[in-house]
């Protein structure tokens, strides 16, 4: 077989299945009104986020950008069902000197009524790989803040899971990207 | 239909998925399936002690290759993939069923070339005759690798990235093809149903992609669908009985001689033919070439 039937048909075949799968994120984001693009650059998350963050301590930030670890910053909503709440909370991770914190913004129940959180700093992420991380992650149990080791996975760049476990009390939550 | 295939899926749930998929499938299918191999030979009264060093050594060989594969995986993916993926791909395409799919067939038609690749490359076959120096035909082959064939497939995934797709879910699809390709490794199953003998690689396809019979040369090079094969020009179905090994074989089962005997035959014929193009060439032209005057 000639060099340039190889190429026209092994052109013709990458451009067939790729197409497929662009054709179908085209048509859902038609349909769905979301954005074409399904690339969350990191550069336009910070600005998209400076509702948060003061203009200064903003451009220092855009500055230090690290692309591999900072697009964890931003505002993220994580559900929550227990005896004690049950609806979920929307935090602003931002990053301060080396380290991520996470702040309380919101608190929203079950029934769509949301509440302005108090901005406690509820996370603080020690050590990210851009997969991984370590950190701290404080609760409030009867009264007492506690203090407890923590993980961070990345599912994706739109989710991420943060286990826990403090003397046998174990979880695991999820936290969305909003 | 189509609602449903392009529905958002978890990363977790899809990574669990592979993970029965690819690391799990070496539990419940291959080890499973390599025994009743050795039972078939010891009915047969071919388990020999050659079979079984031959098999050991295959192994051994999985032990190199997944040192300089982890190392440049781990390298490929944390690195390359995702600086290509960030800087130079077309809008990246959401978690789902459609992507998952075209994933899988990118990265068996990336497969495609890369083992031709391998074929038809002079530095190329140096790493890939490991693969096909066994004398035997068993599970225990799928896992004779040489030192460089985890170069290949990341190279020839990188378009697959720039396509759009996530660089970890191109991972994931290539080491399911390589997994679909591990068990057709075997002699037990025959030839399949034809409409499955046409579209998909059966162990009868792959029989005939080791055979060192001169019509099985550079033939069947496909992962999962053999429809690649049929389209670039490559298939041969098997009629003759297949001889398994290489042109000149290596006669041993030291795994060092094993693993590193193609790199060694290539050193050697480079070191024969005169004119740093020449070597070069050795090493990018087909495996067979030399130069008109090696002198």
């Not at chain 1, 929550?80 to 929203?108: D, I």
């Not at chain 1, 990210?128 to 407890?148: A, C, L, P, R, T």
Request: one cysteine or more.
């Amino acid at each position: 077989m000639k060099n340039s039937t190889l190429l026209f048909r092994s052109l013709a075949i990458i451009i067939l299945i790729a197409g497929v799968a662009h054709l179908v994120r085209l048509g859902r984001s038609y349909t769905t009104g979301e954005s074409v693009s399904y690339t969350t650059s990191p550069i336009v998350d910070e600005h998209t986020n400076t509702d948060f963050t003061e203009s200064d301590s903003n451009s220092k930030k855009i500055l230090n950008y690290n692309e591999n670890t900072d697009y964890i910053t931003g505002t993220w909503l994580a559900n929550y069902k227990s005896a004690e709440f049950e609806g979920a909370v929307l935090y602003h991770l931002k990053k301060e000197g080396r380290v991520f914190n996470a702040y309380a913004m919101e608190y929203q129940d079950v029934h769509g009524n949301s509440q302005k959180a108090e901005g406690h700093k509820v996370l603080t992420i020690k050590r990210f790989d851009g997969y991984k991380g370590k950190g701290v992650y404080k609760m409030e149990y009867k009264g007492k803040i506690h203090n407890m080791d923590c993980s961070i996975d990345m599912v994706d760049e739109n989710t991420f899971k943060l286990s826990y476990d403090y003397y046998g009390y174990s979880d695991v939550e999820t936290w969305k990207r909003q | 239909m189509v609602e449903m295939l392009s529905e958002k899926l978890e990363w977790i749930d899809v990574q669990y998925w592979f993970y029965v998929l690819n690391d799990l499938s070496l539990l419940y299918l291959i080890i499973p399936f390599f025994v009743l191999e050795l039972i078939r030979y010891a009915f047969l009264k071919q388990l020999t002690k050659d079979l079984i060093f031959d098999s050991i050594a295959s192994v051994l060989t999985y032990g190199g290759f997944l040192v300089v594969g982890i190392l440049l995986g781990l390298l490929a993916v944390t690195k390359v993939y995702f600086w290509i993926h960030n800087n130079f791909s077309l809008p990246h395409l959401e978690l789902n069923w459609v992507t998952i799919l075209t994933c899988v067939l990118l990265a068996d038609f990336a497969y495609y070339w890369e083992h031709r690749a391998m074929h038809r490359i002079g530095i190329g076959w140096a790493t890939h005759t490991v693969h096909h120096s066994s004398e035997h035909f068993n599970m225990s082959v799928a896992y004779r690798f040489g030192p460089l064939d985890a170069i290949m497939p990341i190279i020839f995934s990188i378009p697959i990235v720039m396509l759009g797709f996530d660089p970890v879910l191109v991972l994931l699809s290539e080491v399911f093809v390589q997994v679909f390709q591990t068990l057709l490794h075997t002699e037990i199953i025959g030839k399949l149903t034809k409409p499955v003998e046409f579209i998909f690689n059966t162990p009868s396809h792959h029989r005939v992609h080791h055979g060192s019979n001169r019509q099985y040369w550079d033939k069947n090079y496909a992962g999962i669908l053999i429809i690649w094969d049929r389209m670039l020009g490559t298939f041969e179905p098997e009629v003759e009985k297949v001889k398994y090994g290489i042109s000149q074989p290596i006669n041993t089962n030291n795994p060092i001689i094993v693993f590193f005997h193609g790199i060694s035959r290539l050193f050697k014929k480079m070191k024969k033919v005169k004119g740093f193009k020449n070597k070069l060439l050795v090493c990018l032209k087909p495996p067979d070439w030399m130069p008109a005057d090696p002198k």
